[in-house]
């Protein structure tokens, strides 16, 4: 991997900073600290991976968005995104029925990679995040926080509720001159979640919370 030579530092280097260690949180190598200014950025020597880069209030950004998420993913799955009227029948559409739908019609391969990319790795991530930013903001001793930290390293990419809210436009453009469609609310809930999951992604601190989270372990 190539780095950008400009804004980098390489820890390795002796420092009189660098009194203490980071963590590499990909491939656990224990490298010295170095100041860092502002726009400086520390990558690990061996898998160069990024060490840090300060994010201020990273750990406060990250609980308030994570709880947010929290309190709009349900209510977003449970309410129509779509509301199609064809010949007098109405037909409500939602993330949890088009669930249902599937099992019941036997397109149980759909059904599952709707429930895991749509449903359980969206909830998964956004509740390890509070659970990450809720112990770390207030200094709670909650168990297996390294572990529950990789979990969500290694299920950030696999949610796709972008790809469900992309297909949805598809079809509303192809059913137009069919039916009349309206939105939901539900449509509007997972917007909003998206929203958050982004900002999410934005101000999280990854080598600032595995920091925090080694200090503990």
Excluded at 33 to 50: F, G, I, M, N, V
Excluded at 52 to 64: D, F, M, W
């Amino acid at each position: 991997m190539e780095l950008n030579k400009v804004n980098t530092i390489d820890p390795s280097v002796e420092s009189t900073d660098a009194v203490e260690h980071w963590c590499c949180h990909q491939c656990n190598l224990s490298v010295r600290k170095t100041a860092l200014s502002h726009q400086e950025r520390a990558y690990c020597p061996q898998c160069h991976a990024l060490l840090r880069h300060y994010i201020t209030h990273s750990v406060e950004k990250t609980l308030a968005l994570s709880l947010s998420g929290l309190l709009i993913i349900f209510p977003a799955l449970y309410y129509p995104l779509l509301s199609l009227n064809l010949l007098g029948m109405q037909q409500d559409a939602s993330i949890l029925l088009t669930l249902k739908i599937a099992f019941q019609s036997d397109y149980y391969l759909i059904a599952l990679v709707i429930f895991f990319s749509c449903i359980l790795i969206p909830l998964l991530k956004v509740w390890i995040l509070f659970y990450l930013s809720l112990s770390l903001h207030f200094s709670l001793q909650l168990p297996a926080l390294a572990f529950a930290y990789r979990v969500y390293l290694e299920v950030e990419d696999w949610a796709m509720l972008e790809i469900f809210l992309l297909g949805l436009l598809v079809s509303v453009i192809k059913l137009k001159s069919l039916a009349a469609l309206e939105f939901g609310n539900g449509s509007i809930l997972l917007t909003c979640f998206l929203l958050l999951a982004v900002f999410s992604s934005i101000f999280l601190d990854k080598q600032g919370f595995w920091e925090r989270i080694h200090e503990r372990s």
